[in-house]
């Protein structure tokens, strides 16, 4: 199974700032499929990135993913106050699918 | 557009099963992958495992082999998650997801089940 270890688990910010959110694979994720998403409270999660670097529809362009291999990087340039929320990473390269355990973005 | 739309909340005894159900519209239900994830009560997510409903192939964590249940029904558009021998460690929303050229792009609600004695 691939562990996937998301660091840090809580990164402290203001609105208008860069959040730069970290997933590292304890193996290499196959063809990059390392997909990233928001979770806001009560509600269910949100795809903003798949395939590394690819942004979903209706995804702002602030958002962006960037790696491969085993170590994946979310950026959120200029900080939304609708951005804060817990991401998660996800490997769906080989079975089983895992999660990351997720990185909470808070004011 | 498309939705899936979930069953609603449950609460069960340890050692019983539940069902929850996933039904979607705006899309050919047949043709894409539904998955399981859960979410315990301020934890992180939890794959559980997958159904194709076009020909009923499944997969599923280790963790859950044994347990899991996935079925769809296609007449109906909609898709199954039973989880036997409950205990409560089980205690989570449930949600169910499409999988397409995004993966997970659209979500079910989430549906609570609770195990308490």
């Known amino acids: 199974e691939i562990v996937l270890t998301q660091s840090p688990g809580t990164l402290s910010l203001s609105p208008g700032e860069r959040a730069t959110l970290s997933c590292r694979a304890s193996?290499?994720?196959?063809?990059?499929?390392l997909s990233w998403f928001q979770q806001k409270p009560g509600q269910a999660p949100r795809v903003l990135i798949y395939a590394a670097s690819n942004r979903a529809t209706g995804v702002p362009d602030r958002f962006s993913g960037s790696g491969s291999g085993t170590d994946f990087t979310l950026t959120i340039n200029r900080l939304e106050p609708e951005d804060f929320a817990v991401y998660y990473c996800?490997?769906?390269?080989?079975?089983?699918?895992?999660f990351g355990q997720g990185t909470k973005v808070e004011v | 557009q498309v939705q899936l739309v979930q069953s609603g909340a449950e609460r069960r005894k340890p050692g019983s099963s539940v069902t929850v159900s996933c039904k979607g519209s705006?899309?050919?239900?047949?043709?894409?992958?539904i998955h399981w994830v859960r979410q315990a009560p301020g934890q992180g997510l939890e794959w559980m495992g997958f159904?194709?409903?076009?020909?009923?192939?499944?997969g599923f964590s280790q963790k859950f082999q044994g347990r899991l249940t996935l079925t769809a029904d296609t007449s109906i558009n909609t898709a199954y998650m039973e989880l036997a021998n409950l205990t409560t460690d089980d205690t989570a929303t449930y949600f169910c997801?499409?999988?397409?050229?995004?993966?997970?792009?659209?979500w079910g609600q989430g549906s609570l089940v609770t195990v308490s004695s």
């Open positions: 159904i194709y409903p076009n020909t009923d192939g499944t």
């Open positions: 996800l490997q769906s390269g080989a079975s089983p699918w895992t």
């Open positions: 705006g899309y050919t239900f047949s043709a894409h992958y």
């Open positions: 193996d290499s994720v196959t063809r990059n499929f």
């Open positions: 997801t499409r999988l397409s050229r995004v993966p997970f792009d659209f």
